[in-house]
């Protein structure tokens, strides 16, 4: 029976949420491609080998353009100059439209990034110089040009993809649209479809949601498209979205107590009379919601997901995937015989280990996400229109195993050998399959999973979990890992016990990997950490193997007798480590393409394969060197430059182990080990590019006793040990911001302005210090009566801290403490004027009785009678309980009575 206060409550609820989702609108139907010339397929393949390789020069800069040194600044600008000398030379007069405009725009792309690092130059040029607002423009500037970089990139993604599909149907390759050139510009392509009218985007949104439930089309229609249309930015649009969805979320065990009947009769009747639209849509959705979740909760968190790819593509935030989600996995069969990949996210090519020829092949609808061979040595395929599976052995096509869909499908997958059991992860749900019994586990409220692995006896498995929840739970973002014991039983639905890690990961991990005894497991992180631990072991001691900048997307214990572990990184770099002794013992590079490279292992082989490029080879194992070249053209290999890379690594080694030992302390035992780490291994710290993990060690504790004595009123201990650290060495943007802070509290302000100058020579892109540098413009200008300039200061405090835009109190402030400056030196006219504006300015009722009375005052004294009797009136609107007020009421009448002789 429905508990009375259930729906009125649901509506209530209800009627503060409002929401949109996404699945793809109308779609034309496809023109006719004409096939590219044999001359084109030719000069694609030759082109885009050609920005490979000016990517692949690129992938050791920094990932920030100011942390560029002058040399690597001006060795990228050479290489620019070279690529775009090459580019003169193309003879492309008789090739199609598509190709000429490709070029064109390929060309000014690379131009467009010259004028940043040109700035960034000019950035580094100035670090010694003094003055800092000068070089903090420049800085900003450097980044915000690597903005007209992003600009081109959506044109180019459309015409790559037109001229792809031209070279398919000749015969020639797919190969993915580069996506970045890693110059620190985005690693994808973001934006609006530029071929749709905005109120064609507003049409295509409504059409999105309603199709994937008809409330949110009501929703989008009247709900979010007005939003937008008022002028409300993206993040404000966003955050509304997201208060809705948690409200969602705070009402969903309500409604679980409704029976299916019970909501299937509410949804059945008719809405009440002169029922709010929204209201009905909103409640309708989440009715709906509840339904499918008891179908498959799955299936209802997509729903949530795909809204959001939805708002993204609406708002001009959505991302091109083909890089980022493209299948990094190269799967070898358990009996060695078979390796399959996904050159182009839908093709999956299977081939013989024993001599490269293709046995298989298979075009699938859905984006293929993730492969791994089962216990039988059949196929998995995870797509975004299901996970199949492929008997290669016994013949015939891939059959549907699990028939969720959606097209932001994590499809990370893992299997057992020695039974029917296998590991996936949709997006926000690992579930966990054996034989025909399915589960699935919370994975610690994060709805991201980012990579799943499974032991070969298949009792052990592990998640990567990573994100902020995309159910609007406003959870902080968190990396880490979840160790899953399983039930020997394959057909008791048993309770799975989890273990998580959370180890100050910085990253999303990416793989998993079980030794064949499943003793130690391993990951590796897209922030550059390859590690491991022993499975057993209850004090979680991370092995830590490397710390650099490339993200890692493969991980695997090697068979044999001795522990070793292999790794590779997004930029073709292979390393094999002593997982016991720590001892790096092999590195070398494989070809990579725009998506990375998928790696798998094989009797002492590794088999390469450049994801979205031509490019498919064979190694040796042991010694690094060049087997065979399947597909594509041989690499080029400077082994003496590899032998010296390795050997330097290998010196830095040891560091790794000392910076790992970072996290065995907490707190001050922790500030204290990293500066005996520093004073005793900072040479090699800085040859690792690690100092600033090291120094933020210590400064996050400075910083954290600045802030508490702040907090409790004792600036002068705070500023002592703010400026201590600073002189030591150990600043951060956090340790200058708790100084500065200190000082303008004790009225320094001579001193706050000089630390202010230093702390913007650091970190000329710190949105803190530069509000703290505007700020304090305001506040000179404001003391000053300069209203102009504070009136200045303000509005770049908006472009600052966008998200507290347009600063009204501080705008009101500027009118107000002026205009009784003004007043104060007898100029009464004029400060009343100021009032005024003040009073323009305000937005709320508070901000307005604030004003008022000092308006009303000063007014009267001025025997300005009209805007006394005006303020009067407003005054009474405002504040109703005023026309009790007697002495007020008998000079308002006084007032209106001069104001009519």
């Known amino acids: 029976m429905t508990r009375p206060h259930l729906l009125p409550r649901l509506f209530a609820l209800v009627a503060l949420l409002g929401l949109p989702l996404g699945s793809p609108a109308q779609e034309t139907a496809p023109a006719e491609i004409t096939p590219a ?20 020069a690129n992938s050791s800069l920094p990932t920030q353009i100011i942390d560029m040194s002058i040399p690597q600044l001006n060795e990228a600008m050479d290489r620019i100059e070279d690529f775009l000398d090459d580019r003169d030379q193309d003879e492309i007069a008789d090739f199609g439209a598509d190709l000429q405009d490709y070029h064109e725009n ?99 949104f409504v059409a999105e949601s309603r199709g994937i439930d ?25 955050a509304i979205r997201d208060k809705l969805l948690e409200l969602l979320q705070e009402f969903a065990d309500s409604v679980q107590q409704l029976s299916n009947v019970q909501i299937k009769a509410e949804l059945a009747k008719d809405p009440p009379p002169n029922a709010d639209p929204l209201i009905t849509a909103r409640l309708g959705f989440a009715l709906r919601q509840e339904l499918v979740r008891r179908n498959r909760d799955s299936d209802a968190a997509f729903r949530l997901i795909d809204w959001k790819a939805s708002f993204a593509r609406w708002l001009g935030e959505a991302r091109s995937t083909s890089a980022e989600l493209a299948c990094t996995d190269l799967a070898v069969s358990y009996d060695g015989a078979r390796y399959a990949f996904s050159p182009d996210q839908h093709a999956v090519m299977v081939r013989s280990t024993e001599n490269d020829e293709i046995v298989a092949q298979h075009e699938f609808e859905g984006e293929v996400r993730g492969l791994a061979f089962d216990f039988q040595d059949r196929l998995m395929a995870f797509t ?73 006896d298949g009792l052990f498995a592990a998640f990567g979990f990573s994100g902020i929840d995309n159910l609007g739970n406003g959870e902080k973002p968190k990396h880490g890992i979840g160790l899953v014991i399983m039930p020997e039983s394959e057909t008791v639905s048993e309770g799975l016990m989890v273990k998580s890690y959370q180890q100050a990961f910085i990253g999303p991990v990416t793989d998993i990997a079980f030794s064949d005894d499943a003793s130690h497991f391993a990951f590796c992180l897209d922030t550059g950490e390859v590690l491991a631990f022993a499975r057993e072991d209850e004090a979680k001691t991370r092995i830590q193997l490397t710390l650099d900048s490339q993200p890692y997307h493969f991980v695997t214990f090697l068979p044999g007798a001795e522990p070793l572990l292999l790794a590779a990184a997004r930029n073709g770099v292979i390393r094999i480590w002593n997982y016991e002794t720590k001892d790096l013992q092999q590195r070398f590079e494989v070809p990579t393409g725009p998506a990375g490279v998928a790696v798998g292992v094989e009797s002492g082989v590794l088999f390469s394969v450049a994801i979205g490029a031509e490019e498919i080879h064979r190694w040796d194992l042991a010694s690094g060197h060049h087997l065979a070249t399947v597909v594509g053209t041989d690499p080029v290999i400077d082994a003496d430059a590899w032998a010296a890379t390795l050997a330097a690594e290998q010196e830095l080694q040891p560091v790794i182990e000392s910076l790992r030992r970072l996290y065995d302390f907490e707190g001050e035992e922790r500030e204290a080990f990293a500066r005996k780490l520093l004073a005793e291994e900072g040479d090699r710290i800085d040859r690792l590019g690690r100092r600033n993990t090291v120094v933020g060690s210590v400064t996050s504790q400075i910083a954290d006793r600045i802030r508490d004595l702040n907090k409790a009123d004792k600036q002068t201990e705070a500023v002592k040990i703010g400026e201590t650290a600073i002189a030591e060495g150990f600043a951060s943007k956090s340790v200058y911001y708790g100084t500065i802070s200190g000082l303008l509290t004790l009225n320094r302000i001579k001193d706050a302005n000089t630390l202010l100058e230093d702390g913007l020579q650091l970190y000329p892109t710190s949105s803190d210090l530069r509000f703290l540098y505007q700020w304090q413009r305001m506040q000179s200008a404001r003391n000053a009566g300069n209203l102009e300039a504070t009136l200045k200061a303000v509005d770049e405090l908006d472009l600052v801290d966008p998200k507290n835009r347009p600063h009204t109190s501080q705008r009101i402030d500027a009118y107000t403490q002026i205009a009784q400056q003004k007043i104060a030196a007898g100029q009464q006219k004029a400060g009343l004027d100021l009032f005024v504006k003040a009073l323009d300015q305000c937005r709320t009722k508070e901000q307005q009785l604030k004003l008022l009375p000092s308006i009303f005052s000063v007014a009267y004294q001025a025997k300005d009678w009209k805007l006394t009797v005006g303020v009067a009136n407003m005054w009474m609107q405002v504040d109703p309980a005023k026309k009790n007020d007697a002495q007020f009421l008998e000079w308002a009448r006084y007032a209106y009575s001069q104001a009519n002789k």
């Open 37 to 56: 010339t044999p001359a084109e397929v030719d000069y694609w393949r030759q082109l885009q080998a050609r920005i490979a390789a000016f990517r692949s």
């Open 384 to 456: 975004t229109q299901g996970l199949f599976r492929w008997d290669l052995i016994g013949g015939g096509q891939p059959y549907l195993r699990d028939n969720t869909t959606s097209p932001n499908i994590t499809g990370a997958i893992a299997t057992a050998l020695e039974r029917d059991r296998f590991f996936q992860a949709w997006a926000h749900i690992p579930g966990f399959s054996r034989g025909s019994l399915d589960s699935k586990l919370n994975a610690f409220g994060s709805s991201n999973i980012t990579a799943v692995g499974m032991s070969r």
């Open 214 to 238: 008809p409330g949110l089309g009501t929703m989008a229609e009247l709900h979010f498209v007005p939003l937008r249309q008022d002028g409300r930015s993206n993040a404000e649009i966003n």
């Open 106 to 204: 390929l060309i000014g792309l690379f131009e467009a990034a010259l004028p940043s690092l040109r700035e960034a130059a000019s950035f580094q040029e100035q670090a010694n110089r003094i003055n800092p607002m000068a070089r903090m423009m420049a800085g900003a500037k450097a980044i915000n040009l690597m903005g007209r970089v992003e600009d081109y990139k959506p044109a180019l993604a459309k015409l790559h993809e037109q001229i792809n599909a031209r070279i398919v149907a000749r015969g020639g390759p797919r190969i993915f649209f580069f996506q970045s050139l890693n110059l620190t510009d985005n690693s994808y392509v973001k934006g609006r479809r530029s071929d749709l009218t905005p109120q064609q985007r507003d049409e295509h």
